[in-house]
């Protein structure tokens, strides 16, 4: 049956409007679990707060067996669904800027609009450095360039690459990802309790 | 009593979480594995099937040709002998055995050009069409009819009945002239220049007839006196 939109049982003409949608509803609810503050973000680097790391994985621990389950009882097709391209430097290297980016201003793409939203003067701080990060990789693109394209692996996963079986692997994340929260945890206990909104 | 239940089950909520996890994840692996259907999926293939989409009919397909519509490649499935004696356009071969080679498959395996495939009749054209579609192939078509159908449509088109609809002499007229591009010659095509010609000689041998009139003379009224 499924993915919805590209076996045609939502027209494509709907695409916008669900995207807008679904950003409304995973705004607000970023927003009201405290996503829009920096100080809770930034608790996962200090070891205060680690509920960005759980509520992500949570989330991602969720959508990966659900999806294995529709697929195996045949109400969704996974080789239908979209897999991001890998360029594997520019990813590394996106990646630390981002993770330094995120360190220093306690902020994440998402969660700095969601904190913009209500008017945080920190988040129009970092918007404002992300729009002009945005204008110099564009003014400098052809130098990036080789980076930004390069390393092309294909549209792969992880299962793809190192030939796992998937359900093994969804498995194996699962243990890993309770096996982090419980060593969260314990790091949380020993760290000074922080008080912030 | 409800309440600190609650708060005592409540307690041991991440446990309880923890644990639905991994049995959850612990149950697709051990979960009995069917074998998944690979290729298009078999509701979409007899969609496919009974649609006459698929179909492409002859007048249509020498409405491109003599168009030189680029946007479509015509793929001749029979065997390379007919295929020497005669085929449509400039129609490539491949034969139905060899329609998995490497080679045809980089024909067959596009996005860019319809593909239409022609064979006698519909026959060896509608294989080609059900293999391709079931290894997941875009745009493939069918000649409708095949090359019989061609024949006796756009080669040689039958002459309407005098009593038949005003739309089969307007089909009749294009199919006349779709042969004709494709190299038939009608006697009529000559006859304008003989016509002319007879028109002249039996003009010259016997002008119009001149005609004199000649006066009748009139009556004369009877004379009589009283």
Same mark, same amino acid.
């Given at each position: 049956?499924?993915? +919805?939109?590209?076996?045609?049982?939502?027209? &494509?003409?709907?695409?916008?409007? *669900?995207?807008? #949608?679904?950003?409304?509803?995973?705004?607000?609810?970023?927003?009201?679990?405290?996503?829009?503050?920096? @100080?809770?973000?930034?608790?996962?680097?200090?070891?205060?707060?680690?509920?960005? +790391?759980?509520?992500?994985?949570?989330?991602? #621990?969720?959508?990966?067996?659900? =999806?294995?389950? =529709?697929?195996?009882?045949?109400?969704?097709?996974?080789?239908?669904?979209?897999?991001?391209?890998?360029?594997?430097?520019?990813?590394?290297?996106?990646?630390?800027?981002?993770?330094?980016?995120? %360190?220093?201003?306690?902020?994440?793409?998402?969660?700095?609009?969601?904190?913009?939203?209500?008017?945080?003067?920190?988040?129009?701080?970092? %918007?404002?450095?992300?729009?002009?990060?945005?204008?110099?990789?564009?003014?400098?693109?052809?130098?990036? $360039?080789?980076?930004?394209?390069?390393?092309?692996?294909?549209?792969?996963?992880? =299962?793809?690459?190192?030939?796992?079986?998937?359900?093994?692997?969804?498995?194996?994340?699962?243990?890993?990802?309770?096996?982090?929260?419980?060593?969260?945890?314990?790091?949380?206990?020993?760290?000074?309790?922080?008080?912030?909104? | 009593?409800? !309440?600190?239940?609650?708060?005592?089950?409540?307690?041991? @909520?991440?446990?309880?979480?923890?644990?639905?996890?991994?049995?959850?994840?612990?149950?697709?692996?051990?979960?009995?594995?069917?074998?998944?259907?690979?290729?298009?999926?078999?509701?979409? +293939?007899?969609?496919?099937?009974?649609? &006459?989409?698929?179909?492409?009919?002859?007048?249509?397909?020498?409405?491109?040709?003599?168009? !030189?519509?680029?946007?479509? *490649?015509?793929?001749?499935?029979?065997?390379?002998?007919?295929?020497?004696?005669? &085929?449509?356009?400039?129609?490539?071969?491949?034969?139905?055995?060899?329609?998995?080679?490497?080679?045809?498959?980089?024909?067959?395996?596009?996005?860019?050009?319809?593909?239409?495939?022609?064979?006698?009749?519909?026959?060896?054209?509608? $294989?080609?069409? =059900?293999?391709?579609? @079931? #290894?997941?192939?875009? !745009? +493939?078509?069918?000649?409708?009819?095949?090359?019989?159908?061609?024949?006796?449509?756009?080669?040689?088109?039958?002459?309407?009945?005098?009593?038949?609809?005003?739309?089969?002499?307007?089909?009749?007229? !294009? @199919?006349?002239?779709?042969?004709?591009?494709?190299?038939?010659?009608?006697?009529? $095509?000559?006859?304008?220049?003989?016509?002319?010609?007879?028109?002249?000689?039996?003009? $010259?041998?016997?002008?119009?007839?001149?005609?004199?009139?000649?006066?009748?003379?009139?009556?004369?009224?009877?004379?009589?006196?009283?």
């Amino acid at each position: 049956m499924g993915p +919805l939109l590209p076996n045609g049982i939502i027209p &494509t003409e709907w695409d916008s409007l *669900i995207a807008i #949608l679904i950003g409304l509803v995973f705004g607000f609810i970023l927003e009201s679990s405290g996503f829009s503050s920096s @100080r809770k973000l930034a608790g996962v680097f200090y070891g205060y707060d680690f509920a960005v +790391l759980k509520v992500f994985f949570t989330a991602a #621990l969720v959508a990966l067996i659900g =999806m294995y389950y =529709m697929d195996y009882l045949g109400y969704m097709d996974l080789a239908q669904l979209y897999v991001h391209p890998t360029y594997l430097w520019g990813a590394i290297i996106g990646g630390i800027i981002m993770g330094v980016g995120f %360190v220093s201003a306690g902020f994440c793409p998402g969660t700095s609009l969601c904190a913009l939203a209500i008017g945080k003067i920190d988040a129009f701080a970092y %918007v404002g450095g992300a729009l002009i990060g945005i204008f110099i990789f564009s003014e400098l693109f052809t130098l990036f $360039q080789p980076l930004y394209d390069g390393t092309f692996l294909g549209n792969v996963t992880l =299962m793809d690459t190192f030939d796992i079986n998937p359900y093994w692997f969804v498995f194996i994340f699962t243990l890993i990802a309770i096996l982090i929260f419980v060593i969260s945890d314990l790091i949380r206990k020993r760290t000074k309790k922080q008080v912030y909104n | 009593m409800v !309440n600190r239940k609650l708060a005592k089950v409540s307690t041991f @909520r991440y446990k309880i979480l923890a644990t639905v996890f991994i049995v959850l994840a612990g149950g697709l692996v051990l979960l009995p594995k069917h074998e998944k259907h690979e290729g298009i999926k078999p509701e979409l +293939l007899l969609a496919n099937l009974i649609s &006459t989409e698929r179909y492409i009919s002859t007048d249509i397909l020498a409405d491109k040709i003599i168009n !030189n519509d680029p946007s479509f *490649i015509l793929i001749d499935v029979r065997n390379e002998e007919s295929y020497s004696n005669f &085929t449509i356009g400039d129609a490539l071969n491949i034969p139905l055995e060899k329609f998995l080679d490497e080679v045809s498959i980089n024909y067959l395996d596009q996005n860019q050009y319809d593909i239409i495939f022609i064979s006698n009749d519909n026959f060896y054209a509608e $294989q080609a069409w =059900m293999l391709g579609s @079931r #290894l997941g192939f875009k !745009n +493939l078509h069918v000649l409708e009819g095949g090359i019989n159908k061609w024949f006796n449509t756009i080669i040689n088109p039958k002459k309407p009945t005098e009593t038949m609809p005003e739309e089969q002499f307007v089909l009749y007229s !294009n @199919r006349k002239a779709a042969s004709m591009f494709f190299g038939v010659a009608y006697p009529e $095509q000559f006859k304008p220049a003989k016509k002319d010609k007879a028109i002249v000689k039996t003009k $010259q041998p016997a002008p119009p007839k001149k005609v004199i009139k000649v006066k009748k003379k009139k009556k004369a009224p009877a004379e009589g006196g009283c």
